[in-house]
């Protein structure tokens, strides 16, 4: 049965909706970035660029990498445009847009984000390199879908009785990365652990500005949490929904964040464009071995 208009939309040029793309337009290389004046800063080491567009927050360009072609997108900040971009990716290699149906034959993307994010361990060094062995999902999103098959109860009940964590709140979902990609990506100047991924950046990740938060020893127990030699790592705001829809749509997924700032001893780099440039290279070489 086809799709119907109103839930795969179109625009009049047959794109798809937000992204502002046609097939054609990507390729099975996909490079996740945040900000959109990130995704010039991963092209500008591109040998050529065939194809770019913007809507909104949404900036996509495609082009080759020493003979490779990858496409760059920038997301925007958290979980709920993750939902929008991932969902859009997947329909553009899997729904034929013509008939509004789902292919026979799926394709599976590599998706690698290219992030920033804070340390919450005192041995993960501003200015380091953290892959994401797992998502932490403390946002809830991922409950909108059929997440059995991809959950690890094990350390989700952990995490919960560890933190204590509030029954008002989603249940916590923790998600594997794509070990493929991990294990392409990794190398002696990279750290590995669980990454959690917040909905937001204030009160979500401890921030007190005005509000009070519900938990304010949490970030504490964050910390010290452990679970057959897994920690978290990292604090951040789109991994776990990335891992989470990839797994689920069937596309391999990896996380790889410049740290920024060390939260644990209160540290924020001196040169953080720096990082996120060495942090860029490192990635687009690492993807053409």
């Given at each position: 049965?086809?799709?119907?208009?109103?839930?795969?939309?179109?625009?009049?040029?047959?794109?798809?909706?937000?992204?502002?793309?046609?097939?054609?337009?990507?390729?099975?290389?996909?490079?996740?970035?945040?900000?959109?004046?990130?995704?010039?800063?991963?092209?500008?080491?591109?040998?050529?660029?065939?194809?770019?567009?913007?809507?909104?927050?949404?900036?996509?360009?495609?082009?080759?990498?020493?003979?490779?072609?990858?496409?760059?997108?920038?997301?925007?900040?958290?979980?709920?445009?993750?939902?929008?971009?991932?969902?859009?990716?997947?329909?553009?290699?899997?729904?034929?847009?013509?008939?509004?149906?789902?292919?026979?034959?799926?394709?599976?993307?590599?998706?690698?984000?290219?992030?920033?994010?804070?340390?919450?361990?005192?041995?993960?060094?501003?200015?380091?390199?953290?892959?994401?062995?797992?998502?932490?999902?403390?946002?809830?999103?991922?409950?909108?879908?059929?997440?059995?098959?991809?959950?690890?109860?094990?350390?989700?009940?952990?995490?919960?009785?560890?933190?204590?964590?509030?029954?008002?709140?989603?249940?916590?979902?923790?998600?594997?990365?794509?070990?493929?990609?991990?294990?392409?990506?990794?190398?002696?100047?990279?750290?590995?652990?669980?990454?959690?991924?917040?909905?937001?950046?204030?009160?979500?990740?401890?921030?007190?500005?005005?509000?009070?938060?519900?938990?304010?020893?949490?970030?504490?127990?964050?910390?010290?949490?452990?679970?057959?030699?897994?920690?978290?790592?990292?604090?951040?705001?789109?991994?776990?929904?990335?891992?989470?829809?990839?797994?689920?749509?069937?596309?391999?997924a990896m996380s790889i964040n410049a740290i920024?700032?060390?939260?644990?001893?209160?540290?924020?780099?001196?040169?953080?464009?720096?990082?996120?440039?060495?942090?860029?290279?490192?990635?687009?070489?690492?993807?053409?071995?």
């Amino acid at each position: 049965m086809p799709i119907k208009e109103s839930e795969l939309i179109l625009n009049p040029d047959g794109s798809i909706y937000h992204l502002n793309l046609k097939p054609e337009h990507i390729a099975s290389t996909v490079i996740f970035v945040g900000d959109q004046d990130r995704v010039s800063k991963v092209t500008s080491h591109f040998d050529s660029i065939e194809f770019e567009t913007q809507k909104r927050e949404f900036k996509t360009q495609t082009g080759h990498f020493k003979g490779k072609r990858i496409t760059v997108i920038s997301t925007g900040i958290g979980p709920d445009n993750i939902d929008i971009v991932l969902n859009e990716l997947d329909a553009l290699v899997n729904i034929d847009f013509k008939t509004r149906q789902v292919k026979e034959k799926l394709t599976s993307l590599d998706i690698i984000r290219i992030g920033t994010s804070g340390s919450l361990q005192e041995n993960i060094p501003v200015d380091g390199f953290v892959l994401s062995t797992h998502g932490l999902d403390l946002n809830g999103m991922l409950h909108s879908y059929q997440i059995n098959s991809i959950s690890n109860l094990d350390i989700e009940d952990a995490f919960i009785e560890q933190t204590n964590w509030h029954t008002n709140k989603s249940r916590p979902i923790v998600i594997e990365g794509s070990s493929k990609l991990l294990q392409k990506l990794e190398s002696n100047k990279t750290h590995k652990g669980l990454t959690a991924t917040a909905g937001g950046f204030y009160g979500p990740q401890g921030r007190v500005l005005r509000l009070a938060v519900q938990d304010s020893e949490l970030n504490c127990k964050m910390d010290v949490f452990k679970f057959n030699g897994i920690c978290i790592s990292n604090f951040e705001m789109e991994t776990s929904a990335i891992f989470g829809l990839a797994k689920l749509l069937g596309h391999e997924a990896m996380s790889i964040n410049a740290i920024i700032a060390n939260r644990a001893v209160g540290t924020f780099s001196k040169n953080p464009g720096k990082t996120i440039e060495n942090l860029i290279t490192y990635t687009l070489n690492k993807i053409i071995e």
